[in-house]
Structure formats: structure tokens, C-alpha cells
């Protein structure tokens, strides 16, 4: 369903919006079910296993492409898009029960070398996402411009460059965005956002999808890899992913592994500190 007239107007003053409905507990246990069995199927494959697989699998795992193509999602990020739709990547923000990871405050805008602003976050939640877990915290009306990062990689720090913003945010400020499995939030990748660790005994698995306008392009003379699901391309600005027919079959692992070479050479432009091994 479209978003309502105030749904809209309250995630254009504050960048975000949540709770949607998504996947009744039934969908969302079987969407669950199909990732922890090809984390333990996979998990020493050569190029998927050891958590690499978490960056945009929705190339190779057909279940996860039908997340992406979901009617409901898809209905919320049109109103805020329009109706043609891309997916320019996705991500598992996965933290272990009593883990430490963490995710510092940022703006995800500011290290995707996308050349507009048209890009919308749902965060689908495949467990439950409360405060105990460590759910998503945003900034109200932060989307208004982008700010400085600096990179801190540490070992808890989730994002590839452990990137954070340089000035401290004002945590009375930050609202919790506790989300029931099945749910899901949506961000503008302007919204300054962040999480902290899970003091739950269950994972907090994030499945995070970005949609774009077709009219994005990847600045820098790159050109990305994207999926239309919805409406039409006529820009042709991304190479266009073809939709995977069965599970980590290998002509979709070389099309995930074209888009990662592509994502990561985006993401560590202007690197300073390496780091190996992490999601862009
Ligand atoms: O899952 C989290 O805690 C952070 C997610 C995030 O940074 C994102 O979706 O952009």
C-alpha cells in the first residue's frame, strides 16, 4: 500500500519512517530459515563463506531477490521514488547474540559516490530488532544536508571504514527504532543513523535494501550494477543484474562478484586506513 499523505509528509520532515508490516511471522521465519541454512551450508565456500556474503547477496539468492521485489516495500518506496524502481544494493547488518558490534553515526550518502539524493532505505528486521538487541537509532530531520566523516575502524565498528561523523551527535535527540520481525524501517541515506550492541540472546539480523531512481548515476566514471524492479530504465545508467534462479548458482556468484569489485573500488576511493574483509 502507497504511504498515506502524513506518512510521507513525517518521513520528508525527518528522514525516516517506521514500523511497516511487511511479512506475517510465518514469511518472515521462513526467510530466516533459508539464510541460516545457507550460512551453515556455505560457510566454507571460497568466495560466498565468512561473511562475505553479506553485501548484496540478493544477486545469488533468490529468496532474498523476492524480499527486494516485495509488493508492500515496494508500494512505501514508490511513494517516496516513484514508480521506477532500483535496487542498487543490499546489506545484512547481523549481530550476534551479546555481541559488541556496533554501528557509529553516519550518513550512508556520503561514501556511496551516487551523483543525487533519490535513494530510500527499507531495513526489513528478520528477528526482532528492540532496544536490548540493538535496533536502528536516527536523527530527526538530519537529511537536510551531508557532514563530515572521518574513518575509526576498531573491531566492533560494523561499516567498512568503521565510518562515523566527525561531530558528535546530541544522543537526547536520537530516537529508537525498535522493529518486530517481519517489519521494517525506511531511511533517506542522508538520515544520520546508528546502533548499538546486542544485549539479547537472539541474533539481530538487518536485511537493509537500497532502492534508487533509474535517473542515479555512479559518479566518478564508474558504472555500477543495479536491479529494475519496478517500472522502467530508460537511462540505462547501471549495468543491469539479471534475477537469480536458484541458490548460489555460479553465473549469479560472478555477477555478485563483478558488482562487489565495483561497490568496494566506490566505497574505498578515498580510503586512508585499510581494512580487509569488510561489507562496503
Ligand atoms: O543495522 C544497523 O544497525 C545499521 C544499518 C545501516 O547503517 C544502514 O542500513 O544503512
Redesign the pocket.
Known sequence: MALSKEVLAQYEHDGFFFPLDILSLEEVGAVRRQLEDFEVRYQSHPVVGDGEFRTSCHLFLPFLDELTRHPVILAAVSSILGNDLLVWGT?F?T?EPRSPD??AW?Q?LHYWGLDARDEV?A?VALSQ?SVES???RFVPASHIKEVAHADQPGTDA??SRGQELVEPVDETQAVNAPLLPGQASL?H?LTF???LPNRSNDR?I?F?IRYIKPSMRQAGGQTGVATLVQGDDCYHHFESAPRPERVAAPESIAVWQHAMGIQKKINFLNMKVPVEGKEP
Open positions: 546489506s547488518f549481530k556496533y554501528v553516519h550512508d532505505t531495513w530488532a540493538g535496533c536502528m560494523m561499516l531511511h541515506g543513523h546508528a546502533s539481530r538487518g537493509a
